[in-house]
């Protein structure tokens, strides 16, 4: 009698990979095509945005119910520091330190994208130490805009499937993954070769 050999764990691990890989670029096109999606990051929750699609913009604001500054996630090094407007040494070593993590750079920033992802020419920029999070970046052009997965006033929410039908009129999909640590990121305020705590 045969028996069937169970995948070894390494196996499981690449299946894994590459059903969130796939996961994350139905989820893209989503965005591109101007809607919003819930999904989990290294840390929070979030809801998502394409930043260089109005439409999806909009809806994150309507969602939201607030007109940013948001957040920026990037899929890569390349892509966050291609945003930085001049570096310092200390601006160098905090983005060696800390990207992939959970680390929030708020840095002056390059124009060119939505006005809503700057405040006083900055922008608020992390490359995430999820790998879902990375990949659905990519798949979105380098960029995703992301807040906390909660309304104005409520508590975050999980990014779950009966999440989309309680939000039906905001989220248009919910993108399944790997979740978060549940804690904020630091955010760090960076100047020339100075930064500040915001966030703990």
Same mark, same amino acid.
């Given at each position: 009698?045969?028996?069937?050999?169970?995948? @070894?764990? %390494?196996? *499981?691990?690449?299946?894994?990979?590459?059903? $969130?890989?796939? *996961? /994350?670029?139905? /989820?893209?096109?989503?965005?591109?095509? =101007?809607?919003?999606?819930? %999904? %989990?990051?290294?840390?929070?929750? =979030?809801?998502?945005?394409?930043?260089?699609?109005?439409?999806?913009? #909009?809806?994150?604001?309507?969602?939201?119910?607030?007109? !940013?500054?948001?957040?920026?996630?990037?899929?890569?090094?390349?892509? /966050?520091?291609?945003?930085?407007?001049?570096?310092?040494?200390? &601006?160098?070593?905090?983005?060696?330190? @800390?990207?992939? !993590?959970?680390?929030?750079?708020?840095?002056?920033?390059?124009?060119?994208? $939505?006005?809503?992802?700057?405040?006083?020419?900055?922008?608020?920029?992390? +490359?995430?130490?999820?790998?879902?999070?990375?990949?659905?970046? /990519? *798949?979105? =052009?380098? &960029?995703?805009?992301?807040?906390?997965? #909660?309304?104005?006033?409520? @508590?975050?929410?999980?990014?779950?499937?009966? &999440?989309?039908?309680?939000?039906?009129?905001?989220?248009?999909? +919910?993108?399944?993954?790997? *979740?978060?640590? =549940?804690?904020?990121?630091?955010?760090?305020?960076?100047?020339? $070769?100075? @930064?500040?705590?915001?966030?703990?």
């Amino acid at each position: 009698m045969l028996h069937r050999q169970r995948p @070894s764990s %390494h196996t *499981a691990k690449c299946r894994s990979r590459i059903q $969130n890989k796939l *996961a /994350a670029l139905r /989820a893209a096109t989503v965005l591109h095509r =101007g809607g919003i999606i819930a %999904h %989990h990051t290294a840390t929070l929750p =979030g809801v998502a945005a394409s930043p260089r699609q109005a439409g999806s913009v #909009n809806k994150l604001v309507s969602f939201k119910q607030r007109h !940013g500054p948001f957040l920026l996630l990037a899929d890569s090094l390349r892509s /966050a520091t291609a945003l930085i407007r001049f570096y310092s040494p200390h &601006l160098r070593r905090l983005i060696r330190e @800390s990207w992939p !993590g959970p680390v929030t750079l708020i840095v002056p920033a390059k124009p060119g994208l $939505n006005p809503i992802c700057y405040r006083q020419s900055r922008v608020a920029v992390r +490359v995430d130490a999820s790998l879902q999070t990375r990949q659905l970046a /990519a *798949a979105s =052009g380098g &960029l995703i805009l992301s807040s906390s997965l #909660n309304r104005r006033g409520g @508590s975050t929410a999980k990014p779950e499937r009966r &999440l989309r039908m309680r939000w039906h009129r905001h989220l248009d999909t +919910v993108l399944q993954g790997p *979740a978060g640590t =549940g804690k904020a990121s630091v955010l760090l305020r960076v100047w020339r $070769n100075d @930064s500040t705590t915001i966030r703990p």
